[in-house]
């Protein structure tokens, strides 16, 4: 079984639809979850950071963790095309040791 | 300069050749990682150092033997290697604090390898 789990895709859909990305995982000792958006030719850049079980909400962006089933998700609402990018699940135990999922490639069309 | 930069952005190397990808980081961090990208599959994380001493060698193969000679600057040596070794390699930096913070890595734009 891999550490983590994400589906790659690719996911498309139509500008001012609801996005629902999705990671699973293994290793309980994981505390720090974090979703990262890679743009097209350029590195990873974090997008949305979560502490433990719970939700947070940035603008259009929606980050839940539940620690009891292993799960977490990123929502993205009324998506734009700007949004077109892979987003990568990532997360940590301890202060070095970053896991990442394989990254789930999202189009969103106009 | 700003961030983590990478050079150079592609190389096309054969199986014989000798090369060498370079990383800087203007973060002012002490932690600077190599990670490997594949399409598909995770990032995979090859080495970490922090305050320019090797805290983590994730089995990579020893035709890749990185240095690290400050908490600047971050080398990939690259030697013999094989056609599976394709891939973008990613520099990282972060400024661990082992505290209640994220420990977020600060990417660079990648190297994008191709091994003929």
């Known amino acids: 079984q891999k550490e983590v789990e994400q589906d790659p895709g690719p996911l498309s859909v139509p500008e001012g639809a609801i996005v629902s990305l999705n990671c699973t995982y293994s290793n309980s000792a994981f505390q720090y979850f974090m979703w990262y958006r890679q743009y097209s030719r350029k590195g990873p850049e974090l997008l949305m950071y979560?502490?433990?079980?719970g939700n947070k909400e940035d603008g259009r962006f929606t980050a839940q963790v539940d620690k009891s089933s292993k799960y977490i998700s990123l929502f993205i609402r009324d998506s734009q095309p700007s949004d077109s990018a892979t987003y990568l699940c990532a997360m940590r135990a301890g202060p070095n040791d970053m896991r990442f999922g394989a990254g789930t490639r999202l189009t969103v069309k106009p | 300069e700003t961030g983590v930069t990478q050079t150079p952005r592609h190389l096309v190397m054969g199986m014989t050749n000798k090369k060498s990808l370079k990383c800087e980081q203007h973060?002012?961090?002490?932690?600077m990682y190599w990670y490997k990208q594949s399409a598909k599959k995770p990032l995979e994380l090859m080495f970490v150092y922090n305050f320019k001493e090797q805290t983590e060698n994730n089995s990579v193969p020893s035709r890749f033997s990185p240095e690290c000679p400050n908490s600047s600057h971050l080398f990939l040596h690259l030697h013999t290697l094989q056609p599976e070794d394709s891939a973008l390699y990613l520099c990282?930096?972060?400024?661990?604090?082992?505290?209640?913070?994220?420990?977020?890595?600060?990417f660079g734009e990648g190297s994008r390898l191709t091994v003929l």
């Open positions: 990282a930096s972060s400024q661990p604090t082992g505290g209640f913070d994220t420990g977020e890595l600060f």
């Open positions: 979560t502490y433990s079980s």
């Open positions: 973060l002012g961090h002490n932690a």
